[in-house]
């Protein structure tokens, strides 16, 4: 899947744009704060139907501005070309159109476009709650498997369901069993596609961070579930006396978590910012992989701000990785260094696109040889 280009009108520091991209890398540098970061945002929306942070979207219209605007146009690998629109109105919400044509419900565009987004913000995924690494596996799998969220909005429904008995102080058994039924119908099909999917990536995962450690380091991803052990069904039966008292659902896959290691050791107690940055990213090209492989599309891939706090040998490993060889399509890249963007043009082949941002402004600019 290809970007061609981008219109955008006031979206965020972005007054008014319009830019034509390389099917291969694509390079914005400047300052912080500029808009480069914005760009990649403004990509995510098209492709994802939602931004890249969990900023109110009424946010994300421009100082002053009433509406924002996107327009994409595509490609994909057998050549076909495909339009993406996004419109977001102050108190009137959202519209997102494929063709021309209004989505009747948003979700329907999850997927379509499979997109993979590396941020300075995905160190949470390993410091943050348990609630991060879920919203993860959630939005990874959504991408390439549409009965997924289907099943995931019928165990929230049940689960809202189950905690106003719990909160109202019902203790009828047969009215719990008959709600936790349908919980352990969509809870059976998450915990196997969950179960699945950390199966799938996590060999690309410890062969991608063992690329960018240099070999020096070992890294291993686990998913933990109360359904590893037994059926939802025994779960809710014997948590419910304590649930009742608690007045809400203590166990079910609403709390499954990733457990994530570095040489056996806890990478969220123990992992130095270089590590987790490293892991973030072996773990987002990972699901890079899995979409591809899944979807049979090659993702777009956004990669903002990745070389901050990582050590030289590791910034050139990264380097050669995505600029050599084709396992990447195209590729977004944002930094503030410009020699970094340079070292990353210099080796490759193709027409590499590079832009220089500032004020929300994007100006083609060319790269400077060695």
């Not at 123990?270 to 090209?285: P, V």
Request: aromatic share 6%; hydrophobic share 40%.
């Amino acid at each position: 899947m290809t970007l061609n280009s981008i219109e955008i009108l006031d979206f965020k520091n972005i007054p008014d744009t319009h830019l034509e991209f390389s099917p291969g890398v694509n390079c914005l540098v400047g300052l912080n704060g500029m808009g480069k970061s914005n760009m990649l945002e403004a990509i995510h929306m098209l492709c994802m139907a939602r931004g890249m942070s969990s900023i109110p979207e009424g946010a994300l219209i421009r100082h002053g501005a009433e509406m924002l605007a996107l327009k994409g146009k595509f490609t994909d690998a057998g050549g076909v070309e495909e339009s993406v629109a996004v419109g977001i109105v102050k108190g009137k919400g959202k519209s997102v159109k494929r063709n021309g044509k209004e989505y009747d419900r948003i979700s329907r565009h999850i997927g379509a476009f499979p997109i993979v987004s590396v941020t300075p913000a995905d160190s949470v995924i390993v410091s943050g709650a348990a609630e991060e690494r879920r919203r993860l596996m959630d939005m990874v799998i959504s991408q390439a498997d549409a009965a997924y969220l289907s099943h995931l909005i019928r165990y929230t429904r049940a689960l809202e369901s189950r905690n106003r008995m719990l909160r109202a102080g019902v203790r009828d058994d047969l009215l719990y069993e008959s709600v936790e039924t349908a919980m352990t119908q969509a809870a059976t099909e998450i915990h196997r596609a969950r179960s699945q999917w950390v199966a799938d990536i996590a060999p690309a995962l410890t062969r991608y961070y063992a690329i960018i450690s240099g070999d020096h380091e070992q890294t291993s991803i686990a998913y933990r579930s109360v359904l590893n052990d037994a059926p939802l069904t025994q779960v809710m039966a014997e948590a419910r006396a304590k649930d009742i008292a608690l007045g809400y659902t203590s166990k079910g896959v609403h709390r499954d978590d990733l457990s994530m290691a570095l040489n056996d050791y806890s990478l969220r107690r123990l992992g130095s910012q270089g590590q987790i940055k490293s892991f973030t990213l072996a773990l987002r090209l990972a699901i890079f992989d899995y979409l591809k492989a899944t979807r049979g599309k090659t993702p777009i891939l956004l990669l903002d701000d990745i070389f901050d706090k990582l050590d030289a040998s590791r910034v050139e490993h990264i380097l050669h990785m995505v600029s050599t060889g084709d396992d990447f399509g195209q590729i977004f890249i944002t930094d503030t260094n410009r020699g970094h963007i340079d070292s990353i043009l210099a080796d490759l082949e193709g027409t590499p696109r590079l832009f220089e941002v500032s004020e929300g402004e994007f100006k083609e600019i060319q790269a400077r040889h060695r």
